[in-house]
C-alpha cells in the first residue's frame, strides 16, 4: 500500500516537475512574442579594460562609435582569458573547452626561437581547432543566427568549417596577403 502511494506521489511529482521544466524554459521569444537579441561580440588582443572610451577614467583614449554602441548594449565588465595569448584564448572562448583538452597552446609553433637560448622544452601544439568540437558560432547557428567572424582567426584555414556564414580577412596565419576592401565582399 505505501510503495502504490510513494509511486503515485512520485509519479505526480515528475510529471510536475516536467510541466514546470517546460514552462520555465519556454523561449521569451515565444512568450513575448519578440525577436531575439542580436549579439556582437568583439575580441580584442592586448585590449586593456581602460582602453575603451567608456571605461577610461583620464580622457586619454577616444571610441566614440565603441561609447555608443556600449551605451545601448549588455558591456561584461569582468572576465577572464582562457588563455596567455591569441589563438589558445580564442579557442577556449569559441569550444568552452581548456587549452589541454583543445589542444591549441600558442600560435604554432610552440617550439619557436633558437633551441639552444629555449629554456624549456615546448608543449606539443595543434594548429587548428578540430572541425568535431561545437563552436559558439555553431550554436548561435542552431537557433537561428547568422554568424559572421570578421578579421584574424587562428584557428583553422577559415572560420566557415567551423560555424560561421561569413569570414572575411580569417585564417590560420595572420591576415591575407591583400588588405581587406570592404566594398569588395558581397557580404558589405
Same mark, same amino acid.
Given at each position: ?49 581602460? *582602453?575603451?572610451?567608456?571605461? *577610461? ?9 565603441? *561609447?555608443? !554602441? ?109 588588405? !581587406? ?8
Amino acid at each position: 500500500m505505501i510503495s502504490k502511494t510513494f509511486n503515485a506521489l512520485l509519479n505526480a511529482a515528475n510529471t510536475l516537475s516536467k510541466l514546470c521544466f517546460t514552462l520555465l524554459f519556454i523561449p521569451c521569444a515565444a512568450i513575448c512574442n519578440e525577436s531575439p537579441p542580436n549579439v556582437l561580440l568583439i575580441v580584442v588582443d592586448d585590449l586593456g579594460w581602460a *582602453d575603451v572610451g567608456y571605461n *577610461d577614467r583620464n580622457n586619454v583614449f577616444q571610441t566614440p562609435n565603441i *561609447d555608443a !554602441l556600449a551605451s545601448k548594449s549588455m558591456v561584461f565588465t569582468d572576465a577572464y582569458a582562457g588563455a596567455s595569448n591569441c589563438a589558445p584564448s580564442r579557442a577556449v572562448l569559441m569550444s568552452g573547452q581548456y587549452t589541454p583538452r583543445h589542444g591549441i597552446y600558442t600560435v604554432s609553433p610552440s617550439d619557436r626561437g633558437h633551441p639552444k637560448t629555449r629554456r624549456l622544452i615546448a608543449t606539443k601544439n595543434t594548429d587548428i581547432l578540430d572541425d568535431s568540437v561545437v563552436t559558439l558560432a555553431e550554436l548561435f547557428k542552431s537557433q537561428g543566427y547568422t554568424t559572421g567572424s570578421f578579421g584574424k582567426w587562428h584557428l583553422g584555414q577559415d572560420a566557415k568549417s567551423q560555424g560561421f556564414d561569413h569570414n572575411v580577412a580569417g585564417h590560420l596565419k595572420r591576415s591575407p596577403k591583400v588588405l !581587406l576592401q570592404p566594398l569588395q565582399h558581397a557580404f558589405f
